[in-house]
């Protein structure tokens, strides 16, 4: 539900963080793993509309990293090596950033379906559990959610 590696990483330590200091707080009524989903949701859902109120800035990567308060004297940046088909590697990564983007712009209710059921491997009734929904809330969300992502891909994906 989060693009940025570093910004999950923070999500991930804080959803164990409040899970060790809310446990006496979870009543059993559902799984555990589904109240730490829901805590892992609720946090990505907040940093996401943290985000959004935020004003995104760009970085060169020619600009030295010393500006950025990172150590080293004007050191430019490390750029990884692609795979060793740069077409399959450059081709991957932008179908992977379409689909990040296509998951972005979508609504909060559907990311969250469609990450925990495709992504997480959760089944309807878990995610029901985790989000509080009916089950047949979440067979439409998960729905809508597949169709709006096809129609934001469509141009970078050959029909099989």
Avoid at 30 to 36: K, V
Avoid at 70 to 97: H, T
Avoid at 137 to 144: I, M, P
Wanted: proline share 4%.
């Amino acid at each position: 539900m989060i693009s940025n590696p570093e910004d999950a990483e923070d999500i991930t330590q804080e959803v164990f963080l409040r899970v060790y200091t809310r446990i006496h707080r979870f009543r059993g009524d559902s799984s555990f793993q589904t109240w730490l989903f829901r805590i892992a949701t609720n946090l990505c859902v907040d940093r996401g509309r943290k985000l959004k109120r935020q004003v995104q800035q760009a970085t060169s990567l020619n600009q030295p990293l010393a500006d950025h308060g990172e150590e080293g004297s004007g050191a430019g940046r490390d750029i990884p090596d692609l795979l060793s088909d740069p077409y399959r590697a450059v081709a991957r990564d932008e179908l992977q950033q379409v689909v990040q983007d296509g998951l972005g712009r979508m609504s909060e209710k559907l990311r969250a379906v469609v990450v925990l059921y495709d992504i997480q491997g959760l089944s309807y009734e878990e995610i029901s559990q985790t989000l509080g929904v009916p089950m047949g809330t979440v067979k439409s969300r998960l729905f809508n959610a597949r169709a709006e992502l096809a129609r934001r891909i469509k141009g970078y994906v050959v029909p099989g």
